[in-house]
């Protein structure tokens, strides 16, 4: 089942879910972690996260080729889909993670570059890794891509 997904696509905790569907944290819980779900509590899941109950039902995401916002991505951005699809399904989280490490690892670098020639070019990559994960992310969000409901309904 594919509710975690749709959870986080839409950045939601458990807890706001649960609030939201009427549902018990426990029951949120459950359902993600493989249990089986009511009809009931898959309606009332599946009204929130506006989709259908069979879309609830899917074992996990796919990307759709033929989708309007898969054709319309950059040909960067749609390597970079790609290749986290080889690992594991890409989300923003993950960009966020690398953006931040980026960052980060890269300021410490440039101030090392005082001292190394070699530090600073390690750092400016990283920088430049950074902000590669922010347009990323950014584009994720223009095109709708961490999860499109109306491209999983026509699968």
Known sequence: MILKELRISRHLSQEQLAQMSGLNVRTIQRIESGSNASLESLKC????????????????????KKSDHWQTLPLLLKCWFVFNFLQTRPSRKSASRVETIGHISGFIFCCLGLINEAALVGGLLMLATAYLYHWLKWQGDKYGIWYDHESVKGS
């Open 45 to 64: 899941l599946a009204a929130v996260l506006e989709v259908d109950v069979s879309t609830l039902n899917q074992e996990r995401l796919m990307i759709d």
